[in-house]
């Protein structure tokens, strides 16, 4: 028999990485539960909880030294406490005492700390000496309480003090403090991944020292070189996943084979409604480049909006018809999916190509049909929404798969529209060597070249970099809500002028934000266009609650003229395509995005007449003032890209629409360029030498590769 359960908790004679926090020696089990909830439930774990920042910590003085206008950290014992409030305001003061004179301590606007600090505490406080009232005095000092059961620690000289990520439960100092007790032993146990030799190398630190001078750093170079090794190895990790992956595309699988030639060419020509700019041609041959090899391709085609992105995707995918193939095209919304259905549809009307829209506004039985058609190879070319991604979805033979608006899919997506195409190809023996379709993902959304090695590194690139001919810039201002009633009376000489216009509001209602008083809504606006500055104009609302049929009659009367403005949500922000629309109001244009209210703003001129856009906002922070003054300052959406990661960083630049990309917990990626492309290059070579990481030394650095990015990267298969 066990022996009996005493309800004390076991104290492990050796401490290790796979420790429990709740086994440490000092940890109460609250402070464990504590950590738990951080995601801290072990030493391992312990040592990868970063500081968020560092502290200066003074050297230790006595009070009689302190001089008034310098930071000082001073002990001594509280002689005194209480509590003062005075009208609304509140504060709580203390004094304290050491062998050499008196300090007088002061918080604002903390009168909790009553109930935490009493007379006869010793503590240990830090900050900015000050003279008031000819005594000297510190104001919202940091403050720890020393423990009075515990031999007196020496004074401190000079430091730099971690600050960790922390919670009420558990404040930094307790996370510091159990670090200290095991730092060296958990520190002694890392296995590191990069030999010395290659270390040495690069000029990068041990894993162990790493850690170390990342909890317990002596200076800021310390600090520095700690943080160097740990983005790169963050860097090296990803790239190493990419390469693998790109390796295991490219070598591993099959794609089919496409026909090309003259006939071909011309065949698909014709069909486009103009001429190919000297850009888009480029990209059209690159793709035919890739096509027509067996190795399938994973090209990215960037490009501003308006540029003709689409009508380069529908080449590939007329190759892919014309050799006995399926074409698709995923869009990430219903109405983009419907507008490029409606526009490919008249592109190939009288040409047999026969089409199909896949979104989830069919009805069950259209569903069916549609995916019995798709499966018999009825349809040569679909065009539908993540819907394409279902688990019936099978294809008889696909061999070209275009992803529009690449940023707002990840490549865990793009892989399920890889996989989708081999099912149905698998069962079908004529086709058994078609074991994956080329992919294609367009963007007008441009990447700044940092995102692009990390997040899509797998991707080849295709840029076009030019307008198609006639196109004039958008002219952009800036507005402020003052000015609404002058902006809208523009908007009807426009519109009395022949042209078109565009009102954009950031939700249908005010319930759907929160009710948030001060916003203008779908329907405000609507209301207020309709009785006021467009009076006797033709108004209709476009938004995502409106039936598919609805929505696809309200645009047609758009397209048609029939329609002088369209108050709509951001349905429209990409896709949408009307010549003689000449100006688009964006309503609380601080609440949109840089990539949003670039897209927005890509809806008009489209046609031979210039087009404006017009962003109404009083912003209430800088970001949003930011963001604003750099759309009126530029058309590019290149330097929006760039821009967009100067004021938003690269975390949130994407964010989660990259179907569970790591953020990097260390490395960034504005200031870190050159070690991002050291990391790509090594992983390269690493890759190229070891191209299934199946070497003896390499069985580490693959295990962590794929604890941070298999799931996301898709690695399961691969090796």
């Given at each position: 028999m066990g022996s009996p359960d005493t309800g004390e908790r076991v104290v492990p004679s050796e401490i290790v990485l796979t420790t429990r926090v709740g086994q440490l020696p000092g940890v109460?089990?609250?402070?464990?539960?504590?950590?738990?909830?951080?995601?801290?439930?072990?030493?391992?774990?312990?040592?990868?909880?970063?500081?968020?920042?560092?502290?200066?910590?003074?050297?230790?003085?006595?009070?009689?030294q302190v001089v008034p206008e310098r930071v000082v950290?001073?002990?001594?014992?509280?002689?005194?406490?209480?509590?003062?409030?005075?009208?609304?305001?509140?504060?709580?003061?203390?004094?304290?005492?050491?062998?050499?004179?008196?300090?007088?301590?002061?918080?604002?606007?903390?009168?909790?700390?009553?109930?935490?600090?009493?007379?006869?505490?010793?503590?240990?406080?830090?900050?900015?000496?000050?003279?008031?009232?000819?005594?000297?005095?510190?104001?919202?000092?940091r403050w720890e309480l020393l423990d009075p059961d515990a031999e007196e620690p020496e004074?401190?000289?000079?430091?730099?003090?971690?600050?960790?990520?922390?919670?009420?439960?558990?404040?930094?100092?307790?996370?510091?403090?159990?670090?200290?007790?095991?730092?060296?032993?958990?520190?002694?146990?890392?296995?590191?991944?990069?030999?010395?030799?290659?270390?040495?190398?690069?000029?990068?630190?041990?894993?162990?020292?790493?850690?170390?001078?990342?909890?317990?750093?002596e200076s800021q170079a310390d600090v520095d070189n700690a943080r160097r090794r740990l983005a790169y190895d963050e860097f090296l990790l990803l790239q190493m996943g990419v390469a693998l992956k790109r390796r295991h595309l490219r070598e591993r699988l099959q794609a089919p084979e496409l026909d090309w030639n003259e006939t071909i060419d011309q065949r698909i020509r014709a069909r486009l409604p103009f001429t190919l700019t000297m850009a888009q041609d480029h990209a059209v041959q690159e793709l035919v480049r890739d096509l027509t090899r067996?190795?399938?391709?994973?090209?990215?085609?960037?490009?501003?909006?308006?540029?003709?992105?689409?009508?380069?995707?529908?080449y590939a995918m007329l190759m892919a018809v014309a050799s006995g193939h399926q074409g698709a095209l995923m869009a990430p919304t219903e109405l983009l999916a419907e507008q490029h259905h409606a526009s490919i549809d008249a592109m190939l009307a009288g040409s047999g190509v026969r089409t199909a829209l896949l979104t989830g506004s069919l009805t069950p039985g259209e569903r069916e049909s549609t995916l019995a058609r798709l499966a018999s190879g009825d349809v040569d070319l679909i065009v539908g929404t993540h819907a394409l991604l279902g688990g019936k979805t099978a294809f008889r033979s696909l061999a070209v798969a275009v992803i529009d608006e690449q940023h707002r899919f990840g490549v865990r997506q793009r892989a399920q529209l890889r996989t989708s195409g081999t099912r149905a190809e698998t069962d079908t023996a004529e086709l058994t060597s078609a074991v994956t379709p080329h992919v294609i993902v367009m963007t007008a959304t441009p990447i700044p070249r940092s995102i692009g090695l990390t997040l899509f590194g797998d991707l080849d690139l295709s840029v076009i970099d030019a307008l198609p001919p006639g196109r004039a810039p958008i002219a952009t201002t800036?507005?402020?809500?003052?000015?609404?009633?002058?902006?809208?009376?523009?908007?009807?000489?426009?519109?009395?002028?022949?042209?078109?216009?565009?009102?954009?509001?950031?939700?249908?209602?005010?319930?759907?934000?929160?009710?948030?008083?001060?916003?203008?809504?779908?329907?405000?606006?609507?209301?207020?266009?309709?009785?006021?500055?467009?009076?006797?104009?033709?108004?209709?609302?476009?938004?995502?609650?409106?039936?598919?049929?609805?929505?696809?009659?309200?645009?047609?009367?758009?397209?048609?003229?029939?329609?002088?403005?369209?108050?709509?949500?951001?349905?429209?922000?990409?896709?949408?395509?009307?010549?003689?629309?000449?100006?688009?109001?964006?309503?609380?244009?601080?609440?949109?995005?840089?990539?949003?209210?670039?897209?927005?703003?890509?809806?008009?001129?489209?046609?031979?007449?210039?087009?404006?856009?017009?962003?109404?906002?009083?912003?209430?922070?800088?970001?949003?003032?930011?963001?604003?003054?750099?759309?009126?300052?530029?058309?590019?959406?290149?330097?929006?890209?760039?821009?967009?990661?100067?004021?938003?960083?690269?975390?949130?630049?994407?964010?989660?629409?990259?179907?569970?990309?790591?953020?990097?917990?260390?490395?960034?990626?504005?200031?870190?360029?050159?070690?991002?492309?050291?990391?790509?290059?090594?992983?390269?070579?690493?890759?190229s030498e070891a191209p299934n990481l199946d070497r003896a030394g390499d069985a580490l650095i693959r295990r962590r590769m794929m604890k941070a990015h298999g799931a996301w990267l898709g690695l399961g298969d691969v090796g």
């Open positions: 109460t089990q609250e402070q464990a539960d504590a950590l738990i909830r951080l995601g801290i439930p072990n030493v391992g774990h312990l040592l990868t909880h970063l500081p968020s920042r560092y502290e200066q910590e003074e050297p230790e003085t006595t009070i009689d950290s001073v002990r001594g014992e509280v002689s005194a406490t209480r509590p003062v409030t005075f009208g609304r305001a509140r504060r709580f003061e203390a004094v304290l005492v050491d062998h050499t004179g008196r300090l007088d301590l002061v918080w604002f606007h903390m009168p909790y700390l009553a109930k935490r600090i009493h007379p006869g505490d010793r503590l240990l406080v830090q900050g900015k000496a000050s003279e008031r009232n000819h005594k000297v005095q510190i104001a919202n000092a004074e401190r000289d000079a430091r730099l003090r971690p600050v960790y990520p922390a919670s009420e439960a558990i404040g930094s100092r307790a996370i510091e403090a159990i670090l200290e007790r095991v730092l060296e032993r958990a520190t002694d146990q890392l296995p590191d991944h990069l030999d010395e030799a290659y270390r040495r190398a690069r000029e990068l630190p041990s894993l162990a020292d790493t850690y170390r001078m990342i909890h317990a750093p067996p190795v399938p391709t994973n090209r990215m085609v960037q490009g501003d909006v308006g540029s003709g992105k689409t009508v380069v995707a529908l800036v507005e402020s809500n003052a000015d609404r009633g002058r902006v809208y009376g523009e908007v009807r000489a426009e519109i009395d002028a022949g042209g078109q216009a565009f009102v954009v509001v950031p939700a249908i209602d005010t319930g759907s934000t929160g009710g948030d008083d001060e916003l203008r809504d779908l329907r405000a606006v609507m209301d207020e266009l309709e009785s006021g500055a467009l009076d006797g104009k033709r108004v209709a609302a476009l938004h995502g609650r409106l039936k598919r049929d609805t929505r696809a009659h309200i645009m047609e009367r758009f397209r048609s003229g029939l329609i002088d403005c369209l108050v709509a949500t951001t349905v429209i922000e990409v896709g949408v395509d009307v010549p003689n629309a000449t100006v688009m109001v964006v309503e609380h244009a601080d609440r949109f995005g840089l990539a949003q209210l670039h897209q927005l703003r890509g809806r008009v001129g489209r046609g031979s007449k210039p087009g404006r856009c017009v962003l109404i906002g009083d912003p209430t922070t800088e970001d949003g003032t930011l963001r604003l003054a750099a759309m009126a300052k530029t058309t590019s959406g290149f330097e929006l890209a760039e821009r967009d990661l100067e004021i938003r960083g690269p975390g949130e630049v994407f964010g989660q629409r990259q179907s569970g990309a790591p953020p990097f917990k260390v490395a960034d990626l504005l200031a870190d360029g050159e070690l991002l492309s050291m990391a790509r290059r090594d992983a390269q070579g690493w890759i």
